[in-house]
C-alpha cells in the first residue's frame, strides 16, 4: 500500500505533526510506503513529489508550517485538473490520499472522493477553527495563545498613555479567534463577522472605559463589519475562492474612535504572526491524534471520510459534513461574553 499526504491552503501550526502521525503510525504498524505531494493540490496536478519516510518527518514534531509546503490551487478550476490528478496519481502508484487541510482542500476532497472514486481522508486544520464537525481544529489553541500574549502586552502600554489599543486577529469569516482571545486576553471590546458592530456602541464603551480610569482594549477579527461602513472597508478585490476582501477594519475603527471620542488610538493588526511558530502543546497533541487516526481510516477503506474531535474523541464523519457549512460563533456564547464589554 502507497499514501499519498498533502497540505494545502493556508499553513497552521501543527501540520508536521500531523504527517508525523501518518508517517511512523503507517510505516511502523501498517508497513505501509509513503509520497508526499508538494504546495497542496498543485502537487498532485503537476505530479510535484517528495520523499516521505521516517527520517523524513524526524524532528518535525515542534516546527511550524508544513515540510510538504502549501497553496490554495483548486483542481477544479485548472483544464483537465481532475484528469491529471488521477494520472499523476496512479503513475506514483498511489492507492489513498491523505488530504490535510481547510474548508476548500477539503472540499476538493470530498468530490474527488464522492463524484470521482479517489480514495481520500480528511484531515481538518485551520486556525480560525471554523470547520463545522469538529470541535476543534489544530492551529486554532496557538493562534489563540498567540493572540492572547499579545493583548496582555498591549494592556500596558495601553495604560501608560491612557490610549485605546485596537487589536486586529485573522478571521475573515468567523470570530472564534477575537472571542477567545479576547476573553482571555481581558479585552473591553470583541468585534466579530457574525455580528455587525455599531461604532457609536463601541465609542460609548470605550468611553465608559476610560471613565473607570481604564484605558481599553479592543479586540477586532479581521472580517467584522460595522452596521454602516461595509463600503469603506472593501477594497473591491476577490480572494481565490471569490470572496470579497475586506480590509484594514482595525484601521479603520481606530481613526473612527478617535474622531467620535477624542481619544488617542493605535492599531496592532497581528497578521501572519497567527500562523507562524511552534505548534502549541494542545495543537501537537491533536493533530498527532488526527494523523494516527487518518492512517487507520486508510487501512480500513474508510475513504470520504474526514478525522474529527467530538468532546475528547476522534471519530469519522463525512468530508462533507466538514465543508457543507461554516462553523461560526453561536450568538448566546457572544452575548455571554458581552458582560466584560465596556
Ligand atoms: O484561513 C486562515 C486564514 O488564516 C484567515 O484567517 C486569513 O484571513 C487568511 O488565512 C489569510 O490567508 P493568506 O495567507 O492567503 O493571506
Redesign the pocket.
Known sequence: MRVGVLTG??D?PGLNAVIRGIVRKGVQEYGYDFTGFRDGWRGPLDGDVTRLDIPAVRGILPRGGTILGSS?TNPFQRDGGVARIKENLAKQEVDALIVIG?EDTLGVAARLSDEYGVPCVGVPK???NDLSATDYTFGFDTAVGIATEAIDRLHTTAESHMRVLVVEV???HTGW?ALHSGLAGGANVILIPEQRFDVDQVCAWVTSRFGASYAPIVVVA??AVPKDGAMVLKDGSL??FGHVRLSGVGEWLAKEIEQRTGKEARTTVLG?V??GGTPSAFDRWLATRFGLHAIDCVRDGDFGTMVALRGTGIVRVPITEATARLKTVDPALYEEVGVFFG
Do not use: A, L, V
Open positions: 491552503g493556508g497552521c490554495r481547510g485551520t486556525i480560525d485573522m478571521g475573515r479567534i479581521e472580517g480572494d481565490s501572519h497567527q500562523r
